[in-house]
């Protein structure tokens, strides 16, 4: 079975920055794409940013600007850049790796953006 496993979250204060990691159990190339979603309490699960295996990018307008999403196919691993942080960025952060048929999500990392 797949396996993603996310690290890097935390707390942070307003305008900071986090890296988030998604390491993937299997080679990432094999994913049709991959991708960072967020859940905040009480709201559904949205989707923040993508990359598929061609290299095109995709971002949710509220993170534009801010986020970078990236891949280290070497390493099995995307990241999740997160510059200029609001609070409103706070949520559980999940990965999510797309095959034609199959989803596979971690199981989520939290981030805190607070003073």
């Known amino acids: 079975q797949v396996q993603l496993v996310e690290s890097g979250g935390g707390l942070v204060q307003p305008g900071g920055s986090l890296r988030l990691s998604c390491a993937a159990s299997?080679?990432?190339?094999?994913?049709?794409?991959m991708g960072w979603y967020r859940q905040a309490p009480g709201k559904q699960r949205e989707h923040v940013a993508s990359i598929t295996r061609a290299g095109s990018i995709g971002y949710a307008d509220s993170v534009k600007g801010r986020f970078t999403i990236a891949r280290d196919n070497a390493k099995n691993t995307v990241y999740l850049q997160m510059n200029s942080l609001k609070p409103e960025d706070t949520a559980a952060y999940y990965c999510?790796?797309?095959?034609?048929?199959?989803?596979?999500w971690g199981h989520g990392i939290q981030v805190a953006v607070s003073s």
């Open positions: 999510r790796a797309d095959e034609a048929i199959n989803v596979y």
């Open positions: 299997e080679s990432i190339n094999r994913f049709y794409g």
